[in-house]
């Protein structure tokens, strides 16, 4: 059974970049079919698709943060990474990465990340 | 863009059935699979339904999912309640325009 866990610092400051990384278990983030993907939801509210690095190494990204949005996959240590750069307040939220594709959708726990000075 | 609609809440008593609706804005629902997540409070999303009506694993077959190509939407019906079910349900599907995901709002699910 494959396990996702999200790590990374839980408190950022305004104008810096997030750096979060989704370590996987039970299975190879370099097997084909197989899109890692980045979720966030916002204090209270609904869930939002962040993007996807699919396992040939193509991206999408919400275009609404695709400016400051870079996933991207490292084999070696079997993660992958999502980078979020010039964070304000609104980006506090709980991220989540999930493995989608060659069955059902697979979630980590999450972390919060705050967005403060 | 694709936009997928979600009732704001929902509630129905213990044994009962219920079934929360997922509207597409464009185009044909059924073009692209429909995922469903339960998403209890405090706790991460986790698959109740994926390729619009398959369970995984460990998922009870009280619940089940469709699509209704005249409504252009998705179903997600939940039979014989329990008040572990009230939850949050999100479904998901994608933009056939640049096979972004896209989310519902969200329905919250009262049982009492």
């Known amino acids: 059974q494959v396990q996702l866990q999200e790590s990374g610092p839980g408190l950022v400051k305004p104008s810096q970049t997030l750096s979060l990384t989704c370590t996987v278990s039970?299975?190879?983030?370099?097997?084909?079919?197989?899109?890692w993907s980045w979720i966030r939801q916002h204090p209270g509210k609904g869930l939002e698709w962040i993007g996807y690095?699919?396992?040939?190494?193509?991206?999408y990204y919400n275009p609404s943060l695709k400016s400051r949005v870079t996933i991207s996959v490292d084999t070696s240590k079997n993660q992958f990474s999502l980078k979020l750069s010039s964070v304000t307040a609104a980006d506090t939220a709980v991220y989540y990465c999930a493995r989608e594709g060659g069955g059902y959708p697979h979630w980590g726990q999450g972390t919060l990340v705050t967005v403060s000075s | 863009n694709f936009m997928l609609t979600q009732p704001h809440s929902v509630s129905e008593s213990p044994g009962k059935t219920v079934t929360i609706s997922c509207t597409g804005s464009?185009?044909?629902?059924?073009?692209?699979?429909v995922q469903w997540y339960q998403q209890r409070p405090g706790s991460a999303p986790t698959t109740v339904i994926y390729?619009?009506?398959?369970?995984p694993s460990g998922v009870p077959d009280r619940f089940s999912g469709s699509i209704d190509s005249s409504s252009n939407s998705a179903s997600l019906t939940i039979s014989g309640l329990k008040t572990e079910d009230e939850a949050d349900y999100y479904c998901q599907s994608y933009d056939s325009s640049n096979l972004n995901w896209v989310f519902g709002g969200g329905t919250k699910l009262t049982v009492l």
């Open positions: 039970g299975g190879s983030i370099s097997s084909g079919g197989y899109y």
């Open positions: 690095i699919y396992y040939s190494g193509s991206t």
């Open positions: 464009s185009g044909s629902i059924a073009s692209n699979y």
């Open positions: 390729e619009d009506n398959q369970r």
